[in-house]
């Protein structure tokens, strides 16, 4: 930015001032000290306008505005800084899923387990202080609700088998269990 104009309108409006009074002396003496202050007034212009850039930074959300000096120019440097990410939505509140799943009656199911999961279910079931029984309801509630766990058995069985499993025909190997 270049401020020399700025100081050129200091310059013109001291001169008309000085020429107003009508008397030759006091313009040549006006004109002699608009060229004395040219530097102090160029100084002044450059703090406010570095003061301005510093009030603008401490309002950004992030990023900078830096004023640089280039020869008798100001030159500007504008740093965006990091987007802002957006925040995630708040997770699904397990509470309120629920009450809403626990609206109704009860289902029973049966389920079996390798003894090497049932295990693995048991100590994290203690760890919680739940029973094992609340600790499987709990574990599923919480795959079910929206946006959790989502799981394609018949990619898992592919995995194990190498083959479609419900093809009929027997492969290579048998899945035992689940360790």
């Known amino acids: 930015m270049d401020i020399?104009?700025?100081i050129e309108g200091i310059r013109r409006d001291l001169l008309a001032?000085?020429?107003?009074?009508?008397?030759?002396?006091?313009?040549?003496?006006?004109e002699r000290l608009s060229y004395a202050i040219d530097a102090s007034a160029r100084l002044?212009?450059?703090?406010?306008i570095s003061a301005a850039a510093a009030e603008i930074?401490?309002?950004?959300?992030?990023?900078?505005?830096?004023?640089?000096?280039?020869?008798?120019?100001?030159?500007?440097?504008v740093h965006a800084g990091m987007p802002s990410t957006p925040t995630p939505p708040p997770p699904p509140s397990l509470e309120k899923d629920a009450e809403q799943q626990d609206e109704g009656g009860l289902a029973r199911v049966t389920?079996?387990?390798?003894?090497?999961v049932k295990a693995k279910a048991e100590a994290r079931a203690e760890a919680a202080n739940q029973s094992l029984n609340t600790w499987i309801v709990n574990a599923i509630r919480v795959s079910t609700i929206r946006?959790?766990?989502q799981m394609d058995p018949s990619e898992?069985?592919?995995?194990?088998?190498?083959?479609?499993?419900?093809?009929?025909r027997k492969?290579?190997?048998h899945m035992k269990g689940w360790n």
Not at 67 to 75: I, K
């Open 171 to 173: 492969g290579p190997r």
């Open 4 to 6: 020399t104009p700025y």
């Open 17 to 30: 001032a000085a020429r107003a009074s009508g008397e030759e002396g006091e313009a040549f003496v006006a």
């Open 111 to 116: 389920v079996r387990l390798p003894e090497a």
């Open 147 to 149: 946006d959790g766990f």
């Open 57 to 77: 930074t401490a309002k950004m959300a992030s990023g900078s505005v830096d004023v640089r000096l280039s020869g008798r120019d100001l030159d500007f440097s």
């Open 44 to 48: 002044a212009i450059m703090e406010a």
């Open 156 to 168: 898992i069985l592919n995995h194990f088998l190498g083959q479609d499993p419900f093809s009929g």
